[in-house]
């Protein structure tokens, strides 16, 4: 039997979440998703995720949490990463740091799926090498399940196309996040991992990604500190589907998802 995982691009502030009180249910029925993953970094006002932000989005049928840099932005932080299982950070960040990068979570049905989060280091933190990273939680991972997502939270389409090749036929899908904007390029690659290079976002299209258009034209403009507010026009799910194979773990379909949400 196959697994349909629906994963929810990047939320972004209140309109995201409406968007998946809206239209999550009906996504479910149609793809019959056993599992449901968003990356929800920037649920709560736009940047951070916190405790009650994420109840809300776990009680509309969210199962897991992956995230990435802007995990870090609420104050309370630290303590929610620590205390919520169901939440993932990127796995290559340095020793110590609060959270875990990789989870196996299971359907319904008792299926075991393992999820991998990393982010990218071009145009980004100098973080550890996210592929000899996933080299080694995979070893872990793979004693568990032979299924297993990974969100890549980079900029560069380069650097997630790269993860792609390099883990192609050890995970079932490597999907981009971060830059807020759907890629066209869902395949599946020889080995039959499942590949995006980004899931997009599920927030205001009338916007810069998520945010208030005007200003961060002005700080385009001016070079100046601006502080950005989430837009609410043109709300919109973006996501993908994968299914894959129960046994091998390999992608048998891939999916994007975009739906309008008025």
């Known amino acids: 039997m196959p697994v349909n995982i629906l994963f929810i691009g990047?939320?972004?502030?209140?309109?995201?979440?409406?968007?998946?009180a809206r239209e999550l249910h009906r996504l479910v029925d149609r793809y019959r998703v056993d599992l449901?993953?968003?990356?929800?970094?920037?649920?709560?006002?736009?940047?951070g995720l916190t405790a009650e932000t994420a109840k809300e989005l776990f009680e509309q049928g969210i199962h897991l949490f992956t995230s990435g840099n802007h995990i870090w932005d609420k104050k309370d932080a630290l303590e929610f990463i620590i205390r919520e299982e169901r939440l993932v950070r990127p796995a290559n960040y340095p020793p110590g740091t609060p959270g875990q990068g990789s989870t196996v979570c299971r359907t319904a049905g008792g299926v075991k799926v393992g999820v991998l989060n990393l982010e990218g280091r071009v145009f980004m933190n100098n973080l550890d090498c996210p592929f000899r990273c996933a080299d080694?939680?995979?070893e872990l991972l793979r004693q568990q399940t032979p299924i297993i997502l990974v969100d890549f939270h980079a900029e560069a389409t380069s650097e997630k196309?790269?993860?792609g090749w390099y883990l192609d036929g050890r995970v079932?899908?490597?999907?981009?996040?971060?830059t807020h904007v759907q890629t066209a390029d869902e395949r599946i690659l020889p080995g039959g991992t499942a590949f995006l290079s980004d899931a997009g976002m599920t927030g205001a299209f009338e916007s810069v990604i998520g945010v208030r258009k005007d200003e961060p034209i002005q700080k385009f403009l001016t070079q100046l500190?601006?502080?950005?507010?989430?837009?609410?026009?043109?709300?919109r799910l973006n996501g993908v589907v994968i299914e894959v194979d129960e046994q091998t773990g390999l992608a048998q379909g891939i999916e994007r998802v975009n739906v309008a949400c008025g």
């Open 136 to 138: 080694r939680e995979l």
């Open 225 to 235: 500190p601006s502080k950005f507010e989430v837009a609410k026009k043109d709300i």
């Open 161 to 163: 196309s790269a993860l």
């Open 36 to 47: 449901v993953i968003a990356n929800g970094e920037n649920a709560a006002g736009g940047f």
């Open 10 to 20: 990047d939320i972004v502030g209140k309109p995201g979440r409406q968007a998946v």
């Open 172 to 178: 079932s899908a490597v999907i981009g996040t971060h």
